[in-house]
């Protein structure tokens, strides 16, 4: 069988993100602290079904969540995650856009290490320091719809990131009651204060490093299933 790991890029090759302007700082950290106020007053409730996440030196996991739930991922990982395995680091793949950077300083400033990188723009270089994070022990976060869309339409990302590492994926739901959604592609969903959510960690869903592509697609699809709609 023919290697299916990434190729490095080299230098003349690697593709920069998009840095971000003072503005764009600014507008991070006033996300950032209107952030931890909002997440200071929602109500959460749990779901473990991964029978891993409570292992404290359990392997690494791929976390999969819709592009609009991100507002709530730092609450599944820092209401939950981290209480089980409070060593725990966490890396996010995000779009190498202005956009993305945006988004990059703000989950920065909460703790997690930001991946810059979409099937469009740098993809292979993300997909290798992905693949290094995992190696590292690192956790990583995954919007299989971003960054671009459509809306819940599951892009081979997350399926190559885990049949290359051997990580579990671990679907992530978000429910949310009392919320608003935003105008943009993904109708992002931001909870309003004092709202509650439930948040499930599915079963891991393991892709093999023989899995094929029709067995690819199978998996894609039941992901996408298990991720729901809203």
């Not at 602290?33 to 292992?55: P, S, V």
Request: with cysteine; net charge positive; hydrophobic share 40%.
């Amino acid at each position: 069988m023919a290697d299916s790991s990434p190729t490095p890029a080299t230098p003349a090759t690697i593709v920069r993100p998009v840095p971000l302007k003072w503005r764009h700082r600014a507008a991070a950290a006033a996300i950032y602290g209107c952030g931890k106020t909002l997440m200071a007053t929602w109500q959460q409730e749990f779901t473990d079904r991964t029978g891993i996440l409570k292992q404290s030196d359990g392997p690494p996991v791929i976390f999969a969540v819709w592009h609009n739930r991100l507002a709530s991922c730092m609450i599944a990982w820092h209401g939950y995650v981290r209480h089980q395995r409070p060593d725990g680091r966490l890396a996010a793949l995000i779009s190498a856009s202005k956009d993305g950077g945006l988004l990059a300083n703000v989950l920065n400033r909460f703790g997690v290490h930001p991946i810059r990188g979409s099937s469009s723009r740098r993809g292979r270089q993300a997909l290798l320091e992905c693949s290094t994070a995992i190696e590292r022990g690192s956790c990583i976060a995954v919007t299989p719809d971003g960054p671009r869309g459509p809306k819940y339409s599951m892009q081979p990302g997350v399926i190559a990131l885990a049949q290359i590492t051997g990580a579990p994926i671990i679907p992530v739901t978000v429910q949310i009651r009392r919320r608003v959604s935003l105008g943009s592609w993904d109708s992002f969903q931001i909870p309003l204060p004092f709202a509650s959510m439930h948040i499930t960690f599915c079963e891991p869903i393991h892709v093999g490093r023989d899995t094929g592509e029709t067995q690819r697609a199978e998996i894609a699809s039941r992901l996408a299933t298990i991720l729901g709609r809203d």
